[in-house]
């Protein structure tokens, strides 16, 4: 279990003591959890799931997906899916535009 708690820091592009805030653990701590020196909780199990909406049986096993579905994917897709190709061009000039905008937002931080 251990490299795929790296697997998720990485793919949530977060460097060890981010992530290990997260969790409410101490950067060292995390550094031996992901080269198996130290064992991982179910509390912090839970916090990863919940927090970083990981797939609690891919992170326990291995089986299945990284992150779940977001709770919202299949509803967009529905929408737009449904939509006429103008307007779907147009959805996604507007998603791109608020891409763009959340991340200016987030490295002013």
Request: hydrophobic share 40%; net charge positive.
């Amino acid at each position: 279990m251990y490299t795929r708690i790296k697997a998720i820091r990485s793919a949530l592009k977060m460097n060890q003591a981010e992530f290990a805030q997260h969790l409410g653990l101490g950067q060292s701590t995390l550094a031996m959890i992901e080269v198996g020196k130290r064992t991982f909780s179910d509390k912090h199990i839970k916090i990863i799931c919940a927090t970083f909406n990981v797939n609690e049986e891919w992170l326990r096993t291995g089986k299945g997906e990284i992150f779940n579905s977001s709770l919202y994917e299949n509803e967009l897709i529905e929408i737009f899916d449904n939509l006429n190709p103008e307007t779907q061009q147009y959805l996604l000039v507007m998603a791109k535009e608020l891409l763009n905008t959340q991340q200016k937002l987030l490295s002013k931080k």
